[in-house]
């Protein structure tokens, strides 16, 4: 019968998990902040170069989102959020598309679904949705695009060191 993960890529994978964990939480007073930066996202390009990816970084968002004392909102819809994001980045590379479109699926959806939770939940009748979204966009872009590409870049040159099952 063969395994879905091996060992080796489930200790991968929670290695991906908790360095996005650990990130968040050194640098939370921007990672949950009304403008934020998490820093973390930049590991968000990973699922484009393995498949572990996927779940370590749901894992560590969920960790960080909960250890941090984030709202229940935040630690489920932010957390999917990172989850959906990965699984499309990781269907970028499946399907064949460009590396450079690698961040673009956590950029979208986090500004869809934080910048929902910043407007219905935590700032109604505050701000509007679409800027909102805009605010977590524009840093999951300097996240994920400023952070990630070159990440994606150094992870590409060293991946069968890094990821060979």
């Known amino acids: 019968m063969k395994r879905r993960f091996h060992t080796k890529q489930l200790v991968q994978s929670a290695l991906i998990g908790a360095l996005y964990a650990v990130v968040t939480m050194i640098c939370a007073p921007i990672s949950f ?7 973390s996202e930049a590991l968000t390009v990973l699922p ?3 498949p572990v990816g996927v779940p370590g970084l749901f894992v ?3 960790a960080a989102n909960f250890i941090c004392g984030a709202p229940l909102y935040d630690v489920i819809f932010g957390s999917l959020a990172t989850l959906i ?5 990781y269907l970028v590379r499946r399907q064949g598309l460009s590396k450079w479109l690698a961040p673009m699926p956590p950029v979208i959806v986090n ?11 935590y700032m109604p009748g505050e701000i509007g949705f679409l800027a909102a ?8 872009l300097i996240a994920c695009y400023g952070l990630g590409m070159p990440l994606l870049a150094l992870v590409e040159k060293y991946k069968d060191r890094l990821f060979k099952a």
């Open 111 to 121: 500004a869809l679904i934080v910048g929902a939770l910043m407007k219905y939940v």
């Open 48 to 50: 484009y170069v393995t």
């Open 33 to 39: 902040s009304f403008v934020q930066v998490r820093i």
């Open 60 to 62: 560590g968002c969920l």
């Open 133 to 140: 979204a805009a605010y977590v966009a524009l840093g999951q």
């Open 85 to 89: 994001g990965a699984l499309l980045t």
